[in-house]
């Protein structure tokens, strides 16, 4: 198994006494209506079917008793939709329903949404209960998305190569298209559509401006007719300066008439190939990539331009707040809330500001971005970064919705206890109209998607969140597992809790205690907490941790940088404390002497050197869980698997032993018993080199 086919391996139930069952109740699949979407769905039956059933699989083609029956609720009869009246009234768009239901003594199994998306959905669902082997005799599963925008982006160069991307060149082979119809994207759209992906910006926000020229639409739309009949709508980015490169004029000043005017004629040009065009991703003026700030103008005239643009034809601008420069020497975390939240209410309906999840950049644990909450009368969505830039690359395991989740559950206070992420994020708290989820995509050409089975679960379970911000990262892996390996619990329940720790792990061995942005410089793929050397300060991890004879850590506190100043007063008085500041955010927030004493009563410097001997003896423990799997998974998987957690087992030590060398300078003192010696110099790990690590940015 090449782990190709991802969670969707519909793999022959091995309970016969339940395939039976199942086989009992679905004799026949009835769809209506016949739109490509619901060919689609009665494509994808028929996958699954003859996956999970094998040979026993027959459709019985005169059956009118036990059927599935597959269509939009106005494409069913009467007698269904009759049947179905109060349930509909609950699904919202792209919502869906499953419910066993009994018409004149014939028992049917419906899969219907008020969309054809919403039926795809119901299908994939529905497939998803058998892999899981739930029972199905009293089936009735009414669910909806919570998020409208739920996106990947891809930072894929028309090169083709990916900037921070790990799992090989990018999927779209943009030489080839329009002509050369890889069928793998066909795929890619029935895995996002499996856990409800409704939107991909397929280009790098660091954006060339040719993806915009006739040529380049063409390819775009041959996609967007792919993903099309899979509800999922393609998005660009947009590169601010368009209409000088590629458009032949001088300026790209937003409240310019020809600027404007160009964009107009643009996007009237994309909509044209692409009907149901869904918006653009905007990068502007954020390391070095241009902007209304080159022309004096501000966040707002930008997105607004973009926004008149795409609102004729309901499209939308997800406009990035991602910003910083060194002209800020205080605090990198301050620069988006300053520049944003004093525009609140200023955009137009159809923008959406999209925030990281943290204030620096996608570090293994940052506190939640203040900005959440805090622009009560503007669109903001949320990014994640499922693509490993800061965590191990696609070598490490580790499973990022235990990350999401924790974002999502921060409590911003904004509207009082209980005002967290995720109510900003599905629009309840302030009452939105147009909400979104977007995740940097961790796929690549990769035989197997994302460079690693194990990280295919990231891509997984962001779609689930992103669907549903409220689920659990444990259920989410549940059901991965199932999916994607076995049914097995003797298998299912250890790995399960092996995925939802491995993401402390990495904490533990990369930036324990609020640590951040320790990486090496450019790969950001190992150690490289002694780089101090390059031209912008805040590109220097000594930046971050400011570590000295007399402690270590950022002081964001009043007596600092006062980022705390940015948070809801319950979370900034919490944060500015050292006592109520939670230990895992200690040195986000506070410089601290090497000899304080944590809650444990034991120094600060020996909780660090312990914290990354846990982060270590963690990774190994995730050998020796993973070795016991072997019976349960089939070979090639069991080992591809086996050696990337002995490279991470391996990273986790050069972690350990590189950064306690480096902060012992500073500390001067010993190592606690039971953190292991390192047994190289520290000057051996600071001449080690990557020059061609994946993913380092090849655009500039
Ligand atoms: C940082 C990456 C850089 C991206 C940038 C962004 O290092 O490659 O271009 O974020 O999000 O994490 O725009």
């Known amino acids: 198994n090449n782990g190709y086919n991802l969670w969707l391996q519909y793999t022959d139930i091995e309970n016969s006494t339940l395939k039976k069952k199942y086989l009992s109740q679905i004799k026949n699949i009835h769809s209506f209506g016949n739109s490509e979407t619901i060919k689609a769905c009665v494509e994808e039956l028929e996958r699954g079917f003859s996956g999970l059933f094998g040979d026993d699989y027959f459709l019985d083609k005169e059956a009118s008793n036990n059927v599935l029956i597959i269509g939009t609720i106005s494409n069913l009869n009467d007698i269904h939709q009759k049947n179905l009246k109060e349930d509909v009234l609950q699904i919202k768009k792209d919502g869906f329903i499953i419910k066993k239901i009994e018409i004149n003594g014939n028992k049917k199994i419906v899969i219907t949404a008020k969309t054809a998306t919403g039926v795809l959905y119901g299908v994939f669902r529905f497939l998803r209960e058998l892999q899981t082997n739930q029972p199905i005799e009293q089936i009735k599963i009414i669910d909806s998305p919570k998020v409208d925008v739920r996106i990947l982006n891809h930072w894929d160069n028309l090169d083709r190569t990916v900037e921070r991307g790990y799992a090989g060149f990018s999927i779209f082979d943009w030489h080839k298209l329009p002509d050369f119809k890889d069928p793998r994207y066909l795929d890619y759209a029935r895995a996002n559509a499996s856990i409800g992906i409704n939107g991909t910006v397929v280009n790098n926000v660091n954006s060339n401006a040719l993806i915009l020229t006739p040529m380049y639409l063409e390819k775009v739309k041959a996609l967007a007719d792919i993903f099309r009949p899979y509800g999922l709508k393609i998005y660009l980015t947009a590169r601010f300066s368009a209409p000088i490169e590629i458009g032949g004029l001088k300026t790209a000043d937003p409240l310019n008439e020809d600027v404007k005017n160009w964009w107009n004629e643009k996007v009237k040009e994309i909509y044209k190939y692409i009907p149901d065009f869904g918006g653009f991703l905007v990068k502007a003026n954020s390391e070095g990539q241009p902007g209304p700030q080159d022309y004096d103008r501000n966040h707002v005239d930008g997105a607004n331009m973009f926004a008149d643009a795409l609102a004729p034809f309901k499209g939308i601008v997800m406009w990035r707040a991602f910003v910083y420069s060194e002209h800020n020497p205080t605090d990198r975390a301050k620069q988006a809330y300053t520049e944003f939240v004093p525009y609140d209410g200023k955009f137009k309906d159809n923008v959406i500001i999209q925030v990281k999840n943290g204030a620096i950049d996608f570090q293994p644990r940052e506190p939640f971005h203040p900005m959440f909450g805090a622009m009560p009368n503007t669109n903001l969505m949320i990014e994640f970064q499922i693509t490993q830039e800061y965590m191990g690359g696609a070598t490490h395991l580790v499973y990022q919705p235990k990350l999401f989740q924790e974002v999502l559950e921060a409590d911003t206070y904004r509207k009082g206890k209980g005002s967290i992420v995720a109510k900003v994020i599905d629009g309840s708290l302030h009452n939105k109209k147009l909400t979104g989820v977007s995740g940097v995509s961790n796929i690549g050409n990769d035989i197997n998607w994302t460079g690693n089975h194990f990280l295919q679960s990231n891509w997984y379970g962001f779609g689930r969140l992103a669907w549903n911000p409220y689920l659990d990262a444990k259920s989410i892996a549940d059901e991965w597992l199932r999916m994607t390996f076995t049914n097995e619990n003797d298998f299912v329940n250890p790995i399960k809790n092996m995925m939802i720790d491995s993401r402390e792990t990495v904490v533990n061995y990369m930036t324990p205690l609020g640590l951040h942005h320790i990486m090496a410089t450019n790969h950001h793929y190992g150690p490289g907490p002694w780089v101090g050397n390059l031209s912008r300060p805040e590109w220097n991890p000594v930046y971050y941790h400011k570590a000295n004879e007399k402690g270590v850590g950022f002081n964001r506190t009043k007596t600092g940088s006062n980022a705390t100043a940015q948070y809801a007063p319950e979370v900034e008085e919490m944060f500015n404390n050292v006592s109520t500041t939670p230990e895992i955010y200690l040195l986000w927030f506070h410089h601290l002497p090497w000899d304080y004493k944590l809650k444990n009563g034991k120094t600060l410097w020996n909780n660090i050197a312990l914290k990354y001997q846990q982060g270590v003896n ?38 350990r032993d590189s950064c306690l060398l480096y902060f012992q300078q500073f500390s001067k003192m010993k190592l606690p018993d039971g953190v292991e010696k390192p047994n190289k110099s520290l000057n051996y790990f600071q001449t080690l080199k990557h020059p061609y690590a994946p993913g380092i940015k090849s655009q500039w």
């Open 618 to 655: 963690e990774a190994e423990n995730m050998i020796s869980s993973w070795n016991l799997m072997e019976q349960y998974v089939d070979e090639s998987r069991f080992k591809e698997i086996q050696m990337m957690l002995n490279i991470q087992y391996k990273e986790a030590k050069w972690w």
